[in-house]
Nanobody, 117 residues
Framework: QVQLVESGGGLVQPGGSLRLSCLASRITFSRYTMSWYRQAPGLERELVASITNTGGINYADSVKGRFTISRDNDKNTVALQMNSLKPEDTAVYYC???????????WGQGTQVTVSS
């Protein structure tokens, strides 16, 4: 079955860094737009960053300049480097894969990121 597995979440202090990684299996990874979403308690799930199969990148304004999304099509991974973390970055972070032609949307299980002193 299709599988997206996130890793790298954890507890960090404000100003610290984390690197999230999502490993995709059983999909033609290079044909998918990959995104990171996050959802904090009581809030709607929001797009953090996305990267298309051609390398186009978008960031939420709240993370621009601090987060970097990247993908490695040979390893079927998408990463989110998070620097200068703030308490408001605390959320469950989800990996998402979308391919319109395949009519496919897949979500990972989520990984908790907590930014607290």
């Amino acid at each position: 079955q299709v599988q997206l597995v996130e890793s790298g979440g954890g507890l960090v202090q404000p100003g610290g860094s984390l690197r999230l990684s999502c490993l995709a299996s059983r999909i033609t990874f290079s044909r998918y737009t990959m995104s990171w979403y996050r959802q904090a308690p009581g809030l709607e799930r929001e797009l953090v960053a996305s990267i298309t199969n051609t390398g186009g990148i978008n960031y939420a304004d709240s993370v621009k300049g601090r987060f970097t999304i990247s993908r490695d099509n040979d390893k079927n991974t998408v990463a989110l480097q998070m620097n200068s973390l703030k308490p408001e970055d605390t959320a469950v972070y989800y990996c998402k894969a979308v391919n319109i032609w395949f009519q496919s949307i897949f979500w990972g299980q989520g990984t908790q990121v907590t930014v607290s002193s």
